[in-house]
């Protein structure tokens, strides 16, 4: 069984400042892990992901995550958050070798600040 | 970019009424998905298709639902005798890899 708890379900951030979203998981096999983003109106946008290899995972507009096993977090960060960074943000995990089926959390809504 | 899309964007529709919801995947993808998303719940998973079979399914995925690849490009997700609670976003995605998203169809139910 799998699954995934984000932390704070409204982050708000000034514009410059720095964006963490926070995922924990729980998976009983080596996970994948997904960070999608979401803007209103549309649909879900691969961020980033992590498959087993490096663990600082770079995405895309700036975003990076580490997998930290240890920890079992897959957080999320930017350094610095622009007005466009504003969405809603889902982490999500499978396991290796499924049929990749994604379990999702609940999402973190961000605001930035001007 | 290749890209997953889904029609109708909207779809309203009588309770006990039965819904079809299209979707295109990208082409070389292999893995194709339903999602769905309630407002204000977490996207939830509801079935997985490869090789032309169910490959994987939740316990939301029950007799009231069915999906098809009627042709090698569509991939359709069939709610028979719809109800209330069907109402929310459903998202298509496929994979050969990561799963890509659709933008969703918005379901209401009357």
């Known amino acids: 069984a799998q699954s995934v708890t984000q932390l704070g379900s409204h982050v708000s951030v000034s514009e410059g400042a720095l964006v963490l979203l926070r995922c924990n998981y729980s998976s009983s096999v080596p996970p994948y892990l997904f960070w999608y983003v979401q803007y209103p109106n549309q649909g879900l946008q691969l961020l980033l992901k992590y498959t087993s290899a490096a663990t600082l995972v770079k995405g895309i507009n700036g975003f990076e995550a580490e997998f930290k096993k240890s920890e079992t977090s897959f957080h999320l960060t930017k350094p610095s958050a622009h007005m466009s960074d504003a969405a809603e943000y889902f982490c999500?995990?499978?396991?290796?070798?499924?049929?990749?089926?994604?379990?999702f959390g609940s999402g973190t809504q961000l605001t930035v600040l001007p | 970019e290749p890209e997953v899309t889904q029609t109708p964007s909207h779809q309203v529709t009588q309770m006990g009424q039965e819904v079809i919801l299209r979707c295109v995947p990208i082409?070389?993808?292999?893995?194709f998905y339903w999602y769905r998303q309630i407002l204000g719940q977490k996207v939830e998973f509801l079935v997985s298709f490869y090789n032309n079979e169910i490959s994987e399914k939740s316990e939301i995925f029950d007799d009231q639902f069915s999906v098809e690849r009627p042709d090698g490009s569509n991939f359709t997700l069939k709610i028979r005798s719809t109800k209330l609670e069907d109402s929310a976003m459903y998202f298509c995605a496929s994979s050969m890899g990561s799963p890509c998203f659709g933008p969703g169809t918005r379901l209401t139910v009357l």
């Open positions: 999500a995990v499978t396991s290796a070798g499924s049929a990749r089926q994604l379990t």
């Open positions: 082409s070389n993808h292999l893995y």
